[in-house]
């Protein structure tokens, strides 16, 4: 009776370890998707206006991915959760519950890091040449009054719409897009 007793313990603690791991791992692959940068290059080079309207849609459907992934994170803790059946207060759940947010955090670094990484490499310009990209914005060349005028600007300003803008704008987006997306 002693050892069929114990065998049962260890049987179901060993299910819910089972539980516990495929859950996490389940966490893991849901951010695996969020390793893809959140800058699509394409083939043709294009004004920058419709460079940053493609990136916003983009982005926003980026977006709910990424929120869809959360409430798919969220029923896995909530799974376990439910077979653990653990003191939401006690230690052990507050240390896995950090664990988890950890994972998240990590996946989160790795998501803007991934994209930082991919933009420099657009912005790069042996990078460019090495790889024969064509230019990702379309600025023509003006000479007016005997200094250059590049249109749109290079730089930012007051409309918004310069290149610096544009490019500061899709850092942006990296960074609070997924912050924004409540996983």
């Avoid at 069929?4 to 313990?9: F, G, P, R, T």
């Avoid at 003006?142 to 600007?153: K, N, T, W």
């Amino acid at each position: 009776p002693y050892i069929n007793s114990a065998m049962k313990i260890v049987s179901e603690v060993d299910v819910l370890v089972k539980k516990m791991k495929d859950n996490v791992m389940g966490i893991r692959s849901k951010m695996e998707d969020w390793r893809k940068p959140l800058f699509e290059r394409k083939a043709k080079t294009a004004d920058p206006e419709m460079v940053a309207t493609i990136h916003n849609a983009a982005v926003e459907a980026e977006r709910e991915n990424i929120r869809s992934q959360g409430k798919d994170i969220h029923k896995l803790m909530k799974d376990t959760l439910d077979n653990v059946k653990p003191d939401k207060k006690g230690k052990a759940w507050l240390d896995y519950v950090d664990y988890v947010n950890g994972l998240v955090i990590e996946g989160i670094t790795v998501a803007i890091d991934s994209s930082m990484k991919f933009m420099a490499d657009q912005l790069n310009i042996k990078q460019n040449q090495v790889n024969m990209w064509s230019p990702i914005f379309e600025i023509k060349v003006d000479l007016e009054g005997g200094d250059l005028a590049f249109i749109p600007s290079i730089e930012a300003n007051d409309r918004e719409n310069g290149i610096r803008d544009i490019i500061n704008a899709i850092v942006n987006d990296f960074i609070s897009k997924i912050g924004r997306a409540h996983v």
